[in-house]
């Protein structure tokens, strides 16, 4: 009988703790709380050019002009979903050459709406880098959302007679991108 009495004392005391333990209230809403925000990277553009092909063209004049349908924001989900977008450039330019490179984003009637410049100075020892932000700490993101195509020029402002002490002296661009979308 003792035994018996001890645990239903136990049972007692056990059986209004469990109900009284600490327990928070379930949200079953959460759902309407979740941000989706996934980054995608692409590459873009890649543009490589060897000192002779450049020399070819003569001196002065453009040696690439390339314009290139971008309709990756056409879509209105996409365009309306994107907050924040940041374009990544790198020169390398082992010719003797001094090159101007640019590249301008037009809009769907051809109407530019940004321009990036680079002075690409000859024999760079190291590779020209620039970030180019877009959205609230940078350009404005319209420009992104409006761009149907990009257009990149190269010009030779040297000679066309130099060669560089280079074996393979070439002039390679690379852009890529991050976007940022808000899915939810």
Known sequence: MKGFLGRLLLAFILIPLIFCSC????DFNQFNDLQITPL??????????????????????????QTINFDAFNEQF????????TLFYEIDN????????????LDA???VLDVESFDVQPNQPTTFM?????????????ILRETSSI???????SDSTSISSDPEPKVILRTAAEFLFQLK
Request: proline content about 1%; overall charge negative.
């Open 109 to 111: 009637a051809n109407n």
């Open 151 to 157: 257009r990149v020029a190269a010009s030779n402002l």
């Open 78 to 85: 996409v365009s309306e979903n994107l907050l924040e977008g």
């Open 94 to 105: 082992t010719t003797s050459k001094q090159l101007a490179i640019t590249i301008e984003f």
């Open 130 to 142: 620039r970030e180019v932000d877009y959205g609230p700490t940078g350009k404005n993101l319209n």
């Open 40 to 65: 995608v990277a692409s590459s873009l553009i890649y543009l490589e050019s060897d000192e002779a092909t450049i020399n070819a063209v003569g001196g002065l004049g453009n040696f690439y002009v």
């Open 23 to 26: 327990t928070e209230e379930q």
